[in-house]
């Protein structure tokens, strides 16, 4: 005897593996969410334009990427076909989160600062450049395909 038949809809309702692309963005996305929630009481408190303003640049950028971290992450798991290009979103912010956030944030001096830049702008282009080439391939792509 056999095993027990298949349907059309049991073959249907099978997913192919996550691709790699796609699970390494979840890794970053989730590592961002975790930076921001420990850097938050530190965004919250900094303040660049003067004691009278009650925003700053550096807030209104942080709270408009956690928006978009989070709903982004929500979209894709799941899968609907907009959270490609939320992924692509998420994958250019390496280089402002890595880079420019701990500087402005811990008032680094200016002679560290600029060594802050030198490591971290490299290393935040190449993370961007291999989230983007992982999730361009066309099994990236196709992980997403709910309406």
């Not at 298949?6 to 192919?16: F, H, L, M, S, V």
């Amino acid at each position: 005897m056999s095993g027990p038949e298949r349907t059309p809809d049991a073959e249907r309702d099978e997913q192919p593996p996550t691709p790699i692309g796609v699970l390494v963005w979840f890794g970053w996305a989730f590592v961002l969410l975790a930076i921001t929630g420990l850097l938050l009481p530190r965004i919250i408190a900094f303040v660049d334009f003067s004691s009278k303003a009650p925003f700053s640049i550096l807030g209104i950028f942080m709270m408009a990427e956690l928006a978009l971290v989070i709903f982004g992450v929500t979209v894709a798991l799941q899968r609907k076909r907009v959270a490609w290009r939320f992924a692509i979103g998420i994958s250019l912010l390496p280089v402002p989160i890595l880079a420019g956030l701990p500087p402005a944030l811990f008032d680094f001096p200016r002679g560290a600062a600029s060594g802050w830049y030198a490591l971290f702008i490299p290393i935040g282009l190449v993370l961007s450049a291999v989230l983007l080439i992982l999730l361009l391939r066309p099994a990236a792509r196709a992980y997403f395909d709910e309406e």
